[in-house]
């Protein structure tokens, strides 16, 4: 029997900061001022909109698959073990970020975005469209790193009236690490029930330590990159603080503790001392 799930479970309001994260990166890689902080905050909100519509469906095909089924949280038990109610609600996120994302870019006269920003949110949709989702392939790792390396936060670079440049590059490596830390350290408790629906997740083509291993190194790529940006900037001090914070994160982060609350939580602090240093050195 299908339980019923209250909707603030299923929305899980942290798991969004993987979104709202590279909208902080780019005014600590960017070094203060970015001169257009509104656009950036309306296109970051345009991305958590669109997370949301893939959070949707990746629930939605992931029941129609046989994977997560057991899972309590998804929004499919939210709308009556319904996924096509589950796809109509992701449909009317995805328009929403779809609109206000466009909508900025028209005001900003900056559409050429969107031929970096439509394959993006078509990798997005095709992760889990279909009978074969990209998510059920060797690639869904790959889209993952792709969609929020590039994808989110290139384009939040770019929104936000900022030059591509080497920290711009630097922030696209961090945040597709961050992302795919976040994916691998969700994978190992649903490796039965991935490996019944046919999901070949890294988890499980390669086993649950493996994959913890690998989260723990992808968030030592995000915070080395970070960290090795703001050295190369010139802030000496602040690079110096951000080693050392990193380090603790790190030693903090061992591989059996990995998941991706304790992921977000160690980014969220690593990000906020190091705008918090960048500005007052400013």
């Not at 590279?22 to 345009?46: C, D, H, K, M, S």
Request: aromatic residues 8%.
């Amino acid at each position: 029997m299908i339980s019923d799930t209250d909707w603030r479970q299923a929305l899980n309001p942290p798991i969004y900061l993987v979104s709202i994260l590279p909208g902080l990166g780019v005014p600590l890689l960017a070094r203060f001022p970015v001169e257009n902080l509104g656009g950036l905050l309306l296109a970051t909100i345009a991305v958590v909109l669109l997370q949301h519509a893939i959070n949707l469906f990746n629930d939605a095909a992931d029941w129609r698959l046989g994977a997560d089924v057991e899972k309590h949280d998804s929004w499919v038990r939210v709308h009556g073990a319904r996924p096509r109610t589950a796809m109509q609600h992701g449909v009317l996120s995805l328009l929403a970020g779809g609109f206000l994302g466009l909508g900025l870019l028209w005001h900003q006269d900056q559409l050429w975005i969107l031929l970096i920003a439509f394959p993006m949110v078509g990798l997005g949709y095709l992760y889990n469209a279909g009978s074969k989702p990209l998510s059920y392939t060797h690639l869904g790792e790959w889209v993952t790193g792709i969609c929020y390396g590039p994808g989110v936060f290139g384009c939040l670079w770019l929104a936000a009236g900022l030059e591509p440049d080497t920290p711009m590059l630097a922030g696209m490596v961090a945040f597709g690490a961050l992302a795919v830390a976040l994916l691998l350290s969700h994978q190992p408790p649903q490796i039965g029930t991935d490996r019944l629906a046919g999901k070949l997740s890294f988890a499980v083509r390669f086993g649950a330590a493996r994959t913890l291993f690998a989260a723990r190194i992808l968030f030592a790529v995000f915070v080395l990159s970070i960290g090795a940006t703001v050295a190369i900037a010139g802030s000496a001090g602040v690079a110096l603080v951000l080693g050392i914070l990193a380090s603790v994160l790190l030693s903090s982060l061992s591989v059996s503790s990995v998941n991706p609350k304790r992921i977000l939580i160690a980014a969220s602090v690593f990000l906020a001392a190091g705008l918090s240093m960048v500005r007052f050195a400013g």
